[in-house]
Structure formats: structure tokens, C-alpha cells
């Protein structure tokens, strides 16, 4: 019999070793250290039956080999104290210094901390900067030191990791187990169907909403539904042979319907869990009644978000820009400017009444605040000339005013009212003010050209700001 | 052992089964075999070095081996490696090389393919296989025909059979 059989005489080890492996490459690492720690006793308790010195201190490496691949540092420690490199048989002796290194790193106080924080550090820097190599980073120290992370969080980070690499396919199935070590969570659900359309792999997407709505139509369900059907390309849809437009437009809104029946009666618990994609889910609904050119369900969808949301201003952005022009307009305007709008739409329009009515000051105001908001170049060209405008007609300096006419024309090279207003500026010599007040006045087409650009980047804005996990694992 | 092409005059040309990966837990009357070195198998024979080409579910495999008996015979035979019925495995293997480093999915494949070689041609099951150091080396246990007998293993990610036959000579000087 050799030390090996004699270590693991019924092979139990070997299987509960294979097991905790097993459950380490899925990333169950509560499992995994559960069972590593389990086989590492086992081959401590079998070094008492050992009669050699080489056999013992062999028994009690792999021991300690067990107790370090489990992540029970302090054990592995403790067990290589008592080991003597010498008496170790030679086939192995030369693997002993550099794990006795590895152990004392991970058993010396703040080694948890330390690959913590830059864990955290490199993560935040491949997030925000989409930095390929930092990903690589973390992704390299998560196989070195696993149990650094908690599985679902380990999951996550491997996931949003591989997606800045561009590992489409791994970052799915990552998120995919992030779900499945916690199935209460709201966010993974989403974030595992949003990968696969992103991999293309819209019907399987599709199909599990389907299964899952079924057998729980409710307000989860209906969130992640809205975000999958949106996610998938109209043309898609209209390449399948089947395809129906009127059965398309009924499926959005029955989903829509569920959507909103059920989003009053979410639990609290519930209401937390979903919480980073309900404004989404919102916005969502509403662009669906806008494609369903359903007025109404569109003012409805607003009504309720500003119920269940009151500290959106989204919703008021949109019913401002559904009513404008007009006092009820204004006041959601400036309800969402209130709220800390961070969309160019509140003060863009309100920028355009001030500059109307010839309140300069104003005007100037809303526009700085809409430009920093960074605005396609259609608004900003509009943005542009009305602060010009407001300057001139303050006495600005002028040399606050001519860069602003300059990137205007630079952005619409053809539009004649800019030329001529710049031509004037010019023709106006050194003269602070303009010769006579301005009065603005709009293309007749101008407030339904607004509102049209504005639905439209809504439209597109609805897909590029989906919510990321990352804003909130950051 | 190597997938280089090319006869040699030894080699015997005798159509053998392909040996499934898949069998690897019954072969050796164990779970999690397949899960945690029939996974390295695939990714080495399917995704990494080389990507098998769409539809393909084996892959050819030199061994080259000394047989045992009376006149210990030197042969190569062409064998090949499947691995039939696995596609879920196939997908882990997306995400195998992210969770384990490349030297660690190498030795692991090489504990696989020689788990699958040594049962289908010496007919020897596995007793003990167990992870030692901080390193990707497992100390491997399995009955001889005179009792148990304790089996190296080693693995090379790519290269001719001329690196193994050198990797090989170089562990058998160390052990014998």
C-alpha cells in the first residue's frame, strides 16, 4: 500500500476534493472552502496513522494544500508550522517553498484588505474608463485569490470585466450564475437577458421572458419583458415569416398593461430590489405607447410614473415637452429643472421662452445649463445662437459672443438666419448691444421640428442610457 | 502524446473507438471527473490552442506509448478524443480560461486525457487523485497490476511531439 492509498484509503477525500474543485470552477466558493476545508481535515486526522516522517509531513502538505485552497489561510499556517521541508519526499520537496510563500502572504494580517482595495481600484478604473488591461487585472487576481469576493459579487465582477474585453459570451454566462447564487437579486436577471441580445441572442432571451411571465406575471417580470422586447431590433421581427403588425402592437401593449397594473402592488422588498430599473422601465412604456402613437396611454404612463417616482424628473420632461407650448408645459419644465434635470429638454425649452419674451438674462442661464448637459449637435446649434443672441442683447463683451455664433455656424454651415446673424453681429462694428432689441421669431415649423427631434433622441436615448449593474456596484 | 500528423513505421492502423469524455465518472466510478478535468480536455481539444471547427465532436490524438508485457513493445497509435452529448460543457469552456490560469486548465487536461488513456488501454481505474502546492501539480494514485502505482502527469499547452517525447524523458529520469 502506498502513503497515497494509505492517505486516502476509500478514496473520500479524492471525492470530496473533486466536488470542492467542481464547485470552485462554477463559483460557488461558500461551497467550495466548505469542502476544501472538510478534505483538509481529513488528511490532517489521517497523519497519526502514518509511520514514516516523509509520509507524515507529505500527508500533512497536502493537508495544508486543502486548507489553502479553500481559503482557510490561519489552518494552512498552522499545519505548515509543523512541517519540516527536508523530511518531505523528494518528488514533491521542490513545490513546498513557493506554496510556504503563497500561505504566509495569505495568513499575514491585512492580505484580505490589501487585494480589497485593489480589487476595487482596478475595477473602478476598468468601469469608468472601459480600460482593457485593468479588467485583465481583475479578472487575473480573482483566479489567484477567489475567495477575496463573496460568489454572486465574484460572478458580477467577472461579468462586467469580460464585457469590457469584449467576451460577449463568458460575461452572459457569468451573469447568469450571479443570478443563480441569488435569484432575489433584480438586477442580474436583467442584466443576463440584456447580454444576450447584446450576443444576438434575442429569441433565447425571449423565451425565458415568455416561460418566466407566465409563471410570474408580475411587476419583475414585466420590467425585464419590456427591456428585452425593446432590445430587440425591429427588423427582426419583420424578417420572421410570421410576423404581424397588429399581433406585434397587441403583444407591447399587454406587456405595457402588466407593466403598469402591477407596478403599485410591488413589495417594498421588491420595489428595492428593482428600484435601478424603474425609471427604465418607465420611459420604456412610454416610448412603447409613442411607437403605438397612443396619446393617451403615453400621458397615462407619465401620470403614474410621477405617482410612483416623485423625485423623477424625467416624466416631467416628457409630459412638458407632450404639452409645449403652454403654462402646464412650463411648470413641468421647471418641476423638472427643480428635480435636478439632467437632460438638455427642460432647459432647452424654456431657454426658447425666455429668449421670446425677452427675458436675456434668463435666457443665457437656461442655455449654459442645457449645453453642459452635452446636447446633439441639432440643440446645441439652437443653444448657441440663442446665447449669443441673450449676450448681444445684454452688452456682453463681445468676444463672449462671437466664439458662440462661430460654433453655431460651424454646426449648421447652410443655415441662412444663422449667417445673417452672425454677418450683422459683424456689420456691427464695435457697438456692445445690437442696433435694434431683438425680437425672436421661429420658423413656423420650428415647436413640431422641437418636439420631434426631441421624441426621437428620447427614442434612441431609451436604449444607449439602459441601466448597467455597475452604476451600482461601483 | 501529440495531434501531429504524419505516419511513422510503427504505427499500427487499426480503427479503435473514439474514447468520450463523457465516460470519464464511469470509467473511474466517480462524479465531478468530467466536470473538473473533462472540462480542461474540451477547452485544449476544442477551444484553445485550437478551435474545432462547427460540428466537429472529436479530435484526433498521437499516443505514443510502451505497452506492457514480456517484450515491452514501443508503438504509436492514432487515436482520437470525443466529446459527444456535451455541448453544456463546450459552453463552460467560454468561461473556463477566466476563472482558472492557462498553466492550471493545461495540467488538468493532461490529468483527463491520461485518466481516459489509462483506462482504456491498461484498463486501470483511479484511486486517489489530490492537489498538492500552490501550483497545478495533483499526486495521482492508481492500481497497477502488482498494487497501487503513482502516475506523473505532465502537459504542454502546444508543441510537437518532439517537446513531449523530451518533457517525457526528462520526468522519467527524475522519477526512475
Known sequence: MNVLEEIDQKGEVTNIALEAQAALQDGDTERSARLFRKAGEMLEASVAGLARPSERDLARFLAATHYDKGGANPEAARVCDRIQPRRLPSRVRHLYPPFLKDVRERSAPGYRDNYDRTLLEQFQFAMKAGNQSSAQKVIDLLKEHPYILPPTLMAHVRASCCEVLGKRRAATLFYQRAWQFDPDNGFYPYAYLNSLCKEGKHAEAWKIVEVQLKEQPGARWSIYALSTLHAIPMSLFEASSDFDNRLWHEHLRNIVFLFMRSIHTMSPAEKRALDPLIDHAFLLAWVSYLELDDIRGQKEVLERWIEARPHSPRPYELRGLMTYPGPASERDFREAVRLGSRDPLPYYFLAHDALTSGRFLECERQCDRALRSVPEPAIRADLLVWQAVSRWSLGRDREQVRPLLAEARNLRPDDVPIAELARAFEENGRAAHPPVPIKWEDDPTWVEQAKRRFGEDMMRRSESERPHPDNIAA | ?176
Not at chain 2, 38 to 45: D, E, Q
Not at chain 2, 46 to 64: F, I, L, Q, S, Y
Request: aromatic share 2%.
Open chain 2, 1 to 176: 502524446m501529440s495531434d501531429e500528423s504524419g505516419s511513422r513505421d510503427n504505427e499500427k492502423v487499426v480503427a479503435f473507438r473514439v474514447i468520450e469524455v463523457a465516460s470519464l465518472d464511469e470509467r473511474h466510478r466517480r462524479k465531478d471527473l468530467i466536470r473538473v478535468f473533462g472540462l480542461s480536455v474540451l477547452h485544449r481539444l476544442a477551444v484553445d490552442p485550437a478551435r474545432a471547427e462547427a460540428g466537429a465532436w472529436k479530435r484526433p490524438v498521437r499516443v505514443d506509448r510502451i505497452a506492457p508485457g514480456p517484450e515491452p513493445e514501443r508503438r504509436e497509435e492514432a487515436r482520437e478524443i470525443g466529446w459527444t452529448g456535451l455541448t453544456d460543457l463546450l459552453e463552460r469552456c467560454e468561461v473556463i480560461s477566466e476563472v482558472l490560469n492557462q498553466q492550471e486548465i493545461t495540467e488538468k487536461a493532461a490529468i483527463g486525457v491520461m485518466l481516459l488513456l489509462i483506462h482504456e488501454l491498461e484498463g486501470a481505474v483511479l484511486n486517489t487523485v489530490l492537489p498538492i502546492g500552490s501550483g497545478s501539480d495533483y499526486l495521482v494514485s492508481v492500481p497497477g497490476r502488482d498494487g497501487r502505482i503513482e502516475v506523473e502527469v505532465s502537459g504542454i499547452k502546444s508543441g510537437g511531439a518532439g517537446e513531449a517525447s523530451s518533457r517525457l524523458g526528462k520526468r522519467t529520469r527524475e522519477r526512475l
